[in-house]
């Protein structure tokens, strides 16, 4: 076996994991389940299941992968033992890939929009409306799969160029470049008459809100899915980390990243929403109907339009490459497959399983799981449970299967009061948190 690859510098290996971290997640998704839930006391849950559920999480993630030096599966025998706990690992890599599947879906529409916006296709179909442009495309069946196709290659070719070379090279100049733009697009969006009202939506809590029951599972899968924890990328990533870099900063840099790029982009969306008087209970469609609509009526509007789209594209392909290393770490330890060959063998499966997705709006749209449609469905079951019920899972493995001075090791806490703070976290407080709050939605659907 050749030798482990790894992150060459500290800031390269920060990047690349708020890189991850920062996705469609944190704009398209923070939006409208934001929205549809209230704003500001659905920012302040969210915030809250970051801290004392996501950031604990994350830091345990990192310690296993790093102490593993070895694919997420291996993270989970270190001991040895050929015990249950590898299924964790398992399902990681399950959940990894089904993630993909759909979110490159997403991520084709925000390409094909950046594409359309660049060129001006896209504001030649004002007269049609937005509502109809979109709808049309994605009730396409050939369209839609194209530029899923056209992302996924994309991230085929990125993971395939190694994990220093591929990942933390692309993340290095992609991350700053998303940071800058989407704080002048906030900047610019806050200076719309009328934007106040954004902001009071974000900021300024109606607690009568904490009465709905879906509030609390919503901030809990969107903590989940913004950060990316649950399903083992931070393991993966955190697997080629050198012993002497800073586990707990970088842990903490990702949080703060990750909730700073969603608190922005919400900045940036809101206070425009409300200047246009648009309805912010959009649901998925806010991206992609409403903000076009609101790009073109603004002064500058299009090139705005153009440079959000461009940032929606590169934020998902950063993700997706997060998520894909995951099953070709897999296949390059335990296949022996080439890095070449492993990303291409698990793009093309995670490209075919994306299918159905791609079409759950046209050919397949009476296909219901549920209320939702197959995209929607995948999208609500995998935040809302899966990443959840994996994260019950990893915490339990660190907290009560790992020995207590390993956990703390591993994690640079040591006794002191931090230390023993995130062990409480991890063991009782977290699990505890996330059950009530499953059951609280099993119960309430
Ligand atoms: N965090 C990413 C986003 O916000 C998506 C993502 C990447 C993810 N890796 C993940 C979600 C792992 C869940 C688990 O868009």
């Known amino acids: 076996m050749d030798q482990r690859e790894q992150w060459a510098s500290r800031h390269g290996f920060i990047l690349a994991t708020i890189g991850a971290a920062v996705g469609l997640g944190n704009i398209w998704r923070f939006s409208y389940v934001a ?5 500001a006391v659905f920012l302040f849950l969210y915030l809250l299941c970051v801290l004392f559920i996501g950031l604990p999480i994350v830091i345990a993630e990192l310690a296993l992968g790093r102490r593993a030096q070895g694919d997420v599966v291996a993270a989970f025998e270190h001991q040895g033992d050929q015990s249950l706990w590898r299924y964790v690992g398992w399902l990681g890599v399950v959940g ?6 759909y979110y490159a879906v997403i991520a084709g529409w925000a390409l094909k929009y950046f ?13 049609e409306g937005y509502g109809g442009y979109f709808k049309t ?7 839609p799969i194209a530029w899923q196709a056209a992302m996924l290659g994309a991230s085929v070719y ?8 591929g990942i933390e090279t692309v993340n290095r100049w992609l991350m700053p470049l998303l940071a800058i733009i989407i704080v002048v697009l906030a900047v610019f969006s806050l200076s719309l008459p009328g934007s106040a009202k954004g902001l009071e939506f974000l900021f300024a809590p109606d607690w009568s809100v904490m009465a709905k029951p879906g509030v609390y599972v919503a901030a809990l899968g969107q903590a989940f899915f913004s950060l990316g ?22 842990a903490v840099g990702i949080a703060i990243g990750d909730t700073l790029f969603a608190i922005v982009a919400g900045m940036a969306i809101f206070p425009a929403v409300f200047a246009f008087d648009i309805d912010p209970t959009a649901g998925p ?15 500058g509007g299009t090139l705005a339009g153009a440079v959000f789209f461009f940032l929606l594209s590169a934020a998902a392909l950063t993700s997706m490459v997060s998520l894909l290393e995951v099953p070709v770490a897999i296949a390059v330890h335990r296949m022996s497959l080439r890095r070449w060959h492993a990303a291409g063998f698990a793009g093309t499966i995670i490209f075919l ?23 929607d469905a995948i999208d609500a079951g995998v935040s809302n449970f899966l990443l959840p019920v994996a994260g019950i899972l990893i915490v339990f493995y660190v907290g009560w299967k790992l020995e207590r001075s390993i956990a703390l090791g591993e994690t640079e806490l040591g006794e002191g009061w931090l230390g023993i703070c995130w062990y409480w976290l991890v063991r009782s407080v977290a699990p505890l948190a996330i059950s009530v709050i499953l059951l609280q939605s099993a119960s309430a659907m």
């Open 137 to 143: 495309f994605i009730a396409n069946t050939g369209e």
């Open 285 to 299: 469609e806010l991206t992609f109907i409403t903000l076009p609509q609101i790009f073109l009526q603004m002064p």
């Open 35 to 39: 929205g549809e839930n209230g704003g």
């Open 229 to 250: 924890v649950g399903m083992a990328v931070f393991v993966t990533y955190g697997s080629y980390m050198p012993r002497n870099f800073p586990l707990l900063t970088s």
């Open 115 to 127: 594409v359309g916006a660049a060129t001006g296709t896209l504001w030649s179909k004002a007269a």
């Open 158 to 165: 990125i993971v395939a160029g190694g994990v220093h070379k």
């Open 353 to 375: 399983l994306g299918i159905p997705s791609a079409m759950s709006f046209g050919l397949l749209a009476n296909i219901k799981i549920g209320r939702h449609g197959i995209l």
């Open 96 to 101: 990894a890939i089904a993630i993909l599947s």
